[in-house]
């Protein structure tokens, strides 16, 4: 039976490790499996479908943080037999790290190593910070959405011309920015092994010191990397970063 959860694009039986990938507001397994074919051959993709869309379409989508969480934690668990690394861009990263202090606090397998891309520092929220200042809400209209979507290519343009899909669309983002802002950062909550933070040089979403706050809660080791564009980078970045990831052994 195929898993709808756990996506493994190209099956490596013989892989050394895992690299798992957490998903953006939005998004779907769609961006990151490309990254297959780049990888070495030692390392096995895959990537976590959340509900409600692709494999899922016919699930809810999760309401809270907590409901997500659960449900990526269980797929990890699932299909971490190996050595692994999991990697999370915006909301995902996020993902990444609340996954990876969760397995530390059960005794399970720890990651190698947990990387972040274009997320802002969970830990800012205990300070009342906004975390997400220049991204859409939950609250905003349709078209808002929309525009924010369009402007990160988040929503190609067959899905624009179509009604159907584009409510689709919006649906999705608006579930998943739900979730986003129903997550609350415990206090005390680290990761003990590596973590590697990418962040895209005119990136408005993410706060200019980010790393500061990201280096708190790193403490087995904090590698920060400024990358060329905004919050998805560069078509031509987006597709390199596996080679980025010296936990994969390819820096």
Known sequence: MRDTTVVRPKRKPDARRILFCLGFCGGGTGAYLPWAAALPEDTELAVICYPGRE???TEEFAETWEELVQDSLSAVRSAADRPYVLFGHSLGGWMAFDLAVRIKESGGRAPDAVVVSSANSPRRQLDGHDMWPNSPRAAHSDVLLVEWMTSFGLIPQHALDDPDLREMAVD???ADLQVRDSFRFRP???VDVPLQLFTGLTDEVVEPNTADHWRELAQGGFRH????GSHFYTPQV???LPGRIPALGVV
């Not at 990397?225 to 060329?228: G, I, K, R, S």
């Open 55 to 57: 494999g899922r379409f």
């Open 188 to 190: 005390g909550s680290a």
């Open 172 to 174: 999705l983002m608006r």
């Open 238 to 240: 987006w597709a390199s």
């Open 225 to 228: 990397d400024v990358l060329p």
